[in-house]
């Protein structure tokens, strides 16, 4: 069991910058692959970012490349995602997600492969 806990999101004007916080506590958070995704009122969750166990490997949505930033810090058992030059587009709840991975497994990029989810934070970028 991973329980994921998320915080930052809020309104911000376009292009302001926004920090998620995805707190994991139960299982080790090292073994787990993690990655953010959103869901726009009325439209389908969207993948946005992954990290692999280490972050020594990441991958980006084409929407949001150069713009978002994954990291995550295995100290703390936190994930990020700095958000940079937002967008309205970029309007959604946002969720953390965790799969546990072998060693063998970079990013995992398919929502359906993914275990463990937060609860979401609201981003609400305006014009």
């Known amino acids: 069991q991973v329980q994921l806990v998320e915080s930052g999101g809020g309104l911000v004007q376009a292009r302001g910058s926004l920090r998620l916080s995805c707190a994991a506590s139960?299982?080790?958070?090292?073994?787990?692959?993690m990655g953010w995704f959103r869901q726009a009122p009325g439209k389908e969750r969207d993948f946005v970012a992954a990290?692999?166990?280490?972050?020594?490997?990441?991958y980006y949505a084409d929407s949001v490349k150069g713009r978002f930033t994954i990291s995550r810090d295995n100290i703390k058992n936190t994930v990020y995602l700095q958000m940079n030059n937002l967008k309205p587009a970029d309007t959604a709840f946002y969720y953390c997600?965790?799969?546990?991975?072998?060693?063998?497994?970079?990013?995992?990029?398919?929502?359906?492969?993914?275990?463990?989810w937060g609860q979401g934070t609201q981003v609400t970028v305006s014009s």
């Open positions: 997600a965790a799969v546990p991975t072998s060693l063998g497994i970079r990013v995992v990029l398919t929502m359906s492969d993914y275990r463990y």
């Open positions: 990290i692999s166990r280490s972050g020594g490997s990441t």
């Open positions: 139960g299982r080790t958070f090292s073994d787990c692959a």
